[in-house]
């Protein structure tokens, strides 16, 4: 076997798009030294991207917070049904939706099932994602700048379209996006750009919603090992992965998924439109 660089991971390489039992080591999901407080007690949570990574990370979270989860994932069924479990170990109700959030009509459904299961929508958290690595800007397809833009940015549209009539005063809205909305990326052009959308996107829903009591924030991850690394680079790139941070190495989905509790929890009570930016260290000013 490979010996993991010291801050690396060992090489590694999955097709899109990725799956989280396929890695070495498996990316640490549930934040053990965290102590919940009932902070999401009662509350209905749709989590989109939820059934590995960041998202499933959320998904444990809220539910030792009291929350029952929908799980929204592409066709990854295997890390879906960990997630579920997951979940369910917490005393907390599961449903898992699988589809394309690209569609509008499956937002819909997804909605739906989701209302039907747990009668309201309390938290969405906007986090499926995909990023396609090219060269440079002229090796982008339409096709593949079509389908980044539907998965990261149209997809929250239809998200927050469909889930509004189903949330209340108090409700809030996550969305994620990263830390290449403000320092670009030379390989992830497309997705860069729609994470800078997501960005205005979240600052605009924000001032538009809050009238109706619902706040809406963002986090923007640094490098964070998830399915979505191996899926992407090459084999040395991953064993690099995050050693440029200030703190020299990526973070674990269980690091990051706080930052969405506090967003999605009363605590975040005076916060709208704000993004905030687990990343290891680096200064974005954003």
């Known amino acids: 076997m490979t010996e993991k660089k010291e801050g690396g991971f060992p090489p590694q390489q999955q097709d899109q798009p990725g799956e989280q039992s396929r890695m070495s080591p498996e990316p640490t999901s549930d934040k053990l030294d965290y102590i919940p407080a009932g902070k999401l007690n009662g509350k209905a949570a749709l989590v989109t991207g939820g059934d590995s990574g960041i998202g499933r990370a959320v998904a444990i979270l809220f539910a030792r917070e ?25 005393g907390r109700r599961c449903i898992l939706i699988d589809g394309d959030v690209g569609d509008p009509e499956f937002c819909r459904e997804a909605v739906h099932k989701t209302v039907d299961a747990f009668g309201k929508i309390d938290i969405l958290v906007n986090n499926a994602g995909e990023q396609h690595v090219r060269q440079g800007i002229e090796d982008i397809t339409p096709e593949q700048l079509q389908r980044t833009f539907s998965t990261n940015i149209f ?70 090992w998830t399915p979505l690394i191996p899926a992407s680079f090459d084999e040395e790139k991953v064993s690099r992965f995050g050693l440029n941070t200030p703190m020299g190495r990526a973070g674990q989905p269980g690091e990051i998924a706080p930052c969405y509790v506090f967003l999605a929890c009363g605590d975040s009570s005076y916060m709208n439109g704000q993004v905030l930016h687990p990343n290891g260290g680096r200064i974005v000013n954003g």
């Open 66 to 90: 009291g929350a029952d989860l929908a799980i929204v994932y592409l066709e990854e069924h295997a890390d879906a049904r960990d997630t579920y479990r997951k979940v369910e170990e917490t």
């Open 155 to 224: 997809s929250m549209f239809y998200m927050v379209q469909s889930a509004l009539p189903h949330m209340a005063e108090g409700g809030t809205i996550i969305n994620s996006t990263s830390v290449t909305a403000y320092q670009g990326h030379p390989t992830l052009i497309d997705y860069a750009a729609t994470k800078g959308a997501i960005v205005a996107f979240t600052r605009s829903v924000s001032l538009d919603l809050i009238d109706r009591g619902i706040r809406v924030n963002a986090v923007a991850p640094g490098p964070v």
